[in-house]
C-alpha cells in the first residue's frame, strides 16, 4: 500500500492565497483606473485607485483562503486517482499531451490575425484544450510506441517484449524433433520464424548423408520447414549467414539472435543453456514438454524417499520432487529408507495430486 502524504503545510495555503491577493489587488486597480479617470477622484485618505487596491486585495484575502484549501483537496484527490497509475502511462501521456498542445498551437495562431481578442481567444483555448486531450489519450494508449522514442531522454523505457511476441531462430534440432508443428498448430506459437542458412545446411548435409538414420532426421527436418511455410499462422523467412566470421553453427544462432533482437526457438539444452547466459531470450520446446508431462502415471518405477508412517496399516508416505504425496503399500518397514516403487494409481483432489503405489516385486 502506498504510504498516505502528511498534512499540507499552511505556508503553502498562504502562499496560494498571496497569489489571489496580488490578482485581485491588480484586478481592483485596473477597475478603478478605469472607472476613477486615473485617480483623479479621491475618498477620504484613498484616492480612488488606492481604494480599488485596498477592496481588490480584502476580496482576494478572502477569497484566496478559499481557493488556495480547494485547490489542496483537488491535488490530494488527483494524487489519490493516480496513485496506482503506472509512471509510464503518466508520462507517455504528459508527452502526447505536449506533442498535442504544440501541434495546436502550430494550427490555430493565425485566429489571431482576425484582430478580434473575444473570438480568437476563445477558438484557440478551445482547440488547444482538444488536442492536448487527444494527445493524452492517444500517447497512453500507445505508451509503449511513445516511450520507445522518447524514454531515452526521460530516463524512462517501455515495457519489456514478452519472447512470444519476438521473432524466433530456428534451431537445427527443431526441425528435426518435428513436434513444433503440433504446438503451432494448437495455436501456442506463431508470428515469424526464421531460419538461418547454416540451419538449412547443416539439414541438407544430414538429408545426403550415407548413414540412413542421419538421412531420415535431415530430410524429416527438410519437410517440417516446408510444412511450417503452409501454416497460416506463422511466416517462415530464410536469412543469410550474416556471421560469415564464426565457424559452429550453435554460436552462429546466438550472434544472430544478439543482433536481430530474436528469441531462440530451441531442443538443445545445452546450446539454451549458452544463449541465456548470452542474454538470448530462449524458448525451449524440451522444457515445455517437460513442463507438461504427468509426474507420475500408472504402472510407472520411481524411486522415493519414505519418511513417516502412513495413517493405514502397513503405509508409508514420501514425497516426489515436486511436493506430490506419494502413499506406499506393505513398506512401513522401510521409513527412513530410499525404495523403488510402482505407480499403482494417482487421484486428484481438491487439495492437490495424491499417489498410491507399493514396493517393486509386491503383488496386491
Known sequence: MSPRLGRTPNALVELLRLCVVVFFAGLGYYVAQVLDDHGKRSIGAFSGIGLGIVLGSALGYVLGGVLGR???????????GLRDTPAEHIVAGVLGTVIGVLVATGVTWPVFLLGRPILSIPI?????????????RLGAS???SVLAMFGARVGMSGQP???VALPRIVDTSVAIDGRV????????????????SPVLGELQGL????????????????????????EPNVDVEIIDDEVPGVAEVDAKLVRLCLDR?????TLDTNLAKVAALAGVRVMNLHALAQALRPPVIAGEKVSVLLIKPGKEQGQAVGYLDDGTMMVVERARESVGKELTV???????????RMVFAHPVGVTT
Do not use: C, Q
Not at 508443428?181 to 538461418?196: E, K, N, Q, S, T
Not at 510402482?342 to 492437490?352: D, E, F, K, Q, Y
Open 142 to 144: 500507445k505508451r509503449d
Open 161 to 163: 517484449v514478452a519472447s
Open 207 to 230: 538429408a545426403d548423408a550415407g548413414d540412413d538414420l542421419r538421412r531420415s532426421r535431415g530430410r524429416r527436418g527438410l519437410e517440417v520447414l516446408a510444412a511450417l511455410k503452409r
Open 181 to 196: 508443428l503440433d504446438v503451432v498448430r494448437a495455436g501456442f506459437l506463431h508470428g515469424r520464424m526464421l531460419v538461418p
Open 124 to 136: 484557440f483555448a478551445f482547440v488547444v484544450v482538444t488536442m492536448g486531450l487527444l494527445g493524452y
Open 342 to 352: 510402482i505407480v499403482t494409481s494417482v487421484l486428484t483432489t481438491a487439495n492437490g
Open 70 to 80: 480547494g485547490t489542496i483537496t483537488v491535488v490530494r484527490r488527483t494524487e489519490a
Open 261 to 265: 533482437g530474436a528469441a531462440l526457438l
